[in-house]
């Protein structure tokens, strides 16, 4: 899946996790270490997560190279 949304198992209806309220309790700095479970908001039906965190840096000469991606 991809970074920011999720697809309901049920109903393949897409989520999307950028909605700050909807993250709250799925979001730790190095990914969970527990299983959470969210209600779909099409199907009503529980949807369970795991969550993974990939971090990855970029360097450059100069503070705006860095940011360049
Ligand atoms: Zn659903």
Redesign the pocket.
Known sequence: MTDDRIE?P????IIPMTDGERLQGHVTYWGQERITSLE?P????E?FLQEYVKRWWNAGRTAEEAAEL
């Open positions: 309901c049920h109903c393949q209806h779909c099409k199907c009503e039906r949807v």
